[in-house]
């Protein structure tokens, strides 16, 4: 088996092969560091809330002030949070000409917050929310919930401008990934395990078309080219620190 720093180099060189041909593909995971922890597995936001009673777009309707109690300590969580070394490495591998794109199905705005400026966001942003009845949309933290749920001026209910599970995917955002995938020469996956539709199936739909993965996971999750296992916040700036050395010997 290739040891780590063969595959970090030999992953390098494919993404510095051909400048903006990378997108990456994000999960849960590359935000666990920076202090939000992952809605699956062990402590995860699902352990502590039933997503049935909790997540889907009907429980909202039907009780939205219990739904807003949950939204509220996670929305505290996301007001704190930062961005984190690997957020921090994607933006760098931006600014460095080779990341196009960063498709993310994760609600917290980190990777606008270290500097990309081209994300598409699979399920929302958190950090944002929309009125039902006029659909005035503004930046939550301009809420004060001490009533829940949270009202616009119009009277209106306010929810949070995320999927909920039952509400379809962004057609903009859904068409633009696979947009992306289609034409890119290397998907970086980073942070998810690829199993939850439709964003599981971005990174095949990019293989099909002639591309690479390459993996950055605590353990492999895909048939990957290149699989990096370990913490993503130690790896993803070893592997852009490659890109910059081989671009800059070049």
Request: proline share 8%.
């Given at each position: ?51 049935e009673e909790y997540a889907t777009i009907d429980a ?191």
């Open positions: 088996m290739k040891d780590v720093q063969a595959v970090l180099r030999a992953a390098a060189a494919e993404i510095a092969a051909v400048p903006k041909q990378t997108i990456a593909v994000t999960g849960a995971g590359i935000s666990v560091p920076s202090g939000i922890p992952a809605f699956r597995g062990i402590g995860g936001l699902w352990e502590k809330y039933d997503p909202f309707h039907a009780n939205p002030g219990k739904v807003w109690r949950m939204i509220r300590e996670f929305k505290e969580v996301i007001e704190r949070a930062r961005p984190n070394p690997a957020h921090l490495a994607l933006a760098r591998l931006e600014q460095l000409g080779y990341l196009r794109t960063v498709i993310t199905q994760n609600v917290d705005g980190l990777h606008q917050a270290a500097g990309n400026t081209d994300v598409i966001e699979f399920h929302g942003n958190n950090r944002w929310v929309l009125c039902l009845r006029c659909g005035a949309r503004f930046p939550g933290a301009e809420l004060v919930l001490e009533t829940l749920p949270p009202r616009c001026t119009c009277g209106g209910v306010l929810k949070p401008d995320v999927v909920f599970f039952g509400e379809p995917i962004p057609p903009e955002a859904l068409s633009r990934s696979y947009a992306e995938a289609t034409r890119c020469r290397v998907v970086l996956v980073v942070g998810t395990s690829a199993q939850v539709q439709p964003a599981a199936s971005i990174p095949f739909v990019a293989r099909s078309a002639g591309a690479r993965i390459v993996e950055v996971n605590p353990e492999r999750c895909l048939p990957s080219d290149y699989c990096l296992t370990g913490p993503a916040e130690e790896l993803l700036p070893a592997l852009v620190s490659e890109v910059e050395r081989l671009a800059g010997s070049r």
